[in-house]
């Protein structure tokens, strides 16, 4: 299961899908594990973390549009105080 990274998200997509209406969550520095019960797309307005998967390290930081896809099984390294706009769902 692979992460999709969009860096960075371009304005008309955060226009296109009025992503600044969102929900936001905020964690601070942590290191934790996450399973996805649903896709989540995520807007990372703030911080710094790495979500480490079987398979691979992804970075993430301020700017980048997050996909994760249901079923995915991660750890979350929160590097920098991290916040995001996200949904769940398709």
């Known amino acids: 299961m692979k992460i999709i990274i ?5 304005a008309s997509i955060i226009i296109k899908y009025g992503i600044k209406n969102w929900p936001i969550w905020e964690c601070e520095p942590s ?5 996805y019960e649903k896709n989540e797309t995520c807007l990372i307005i703030q911080g710094e973390a790495k979500i ?6 992804y970075k993430i930081k301020s ?4 996909k994760l896809p249901s079923g995915l099984e991660c750890t979350w390294e929160i590097c920098k105080t ?9």
């Open 63 to 66: 700017g980048d549009l997050v």
């Open 52 to 57: 480490k998967t079987i398979d691979d390290i």
């Open 6 to 10: 969009d860096s960075p998200c371009s």
């Open 31 to 35: 290191i934790f594990n996450w399973k």
């Open 82 to 90: 991290i916040k995001k706009h996200y949904r769940l769902g398709d």
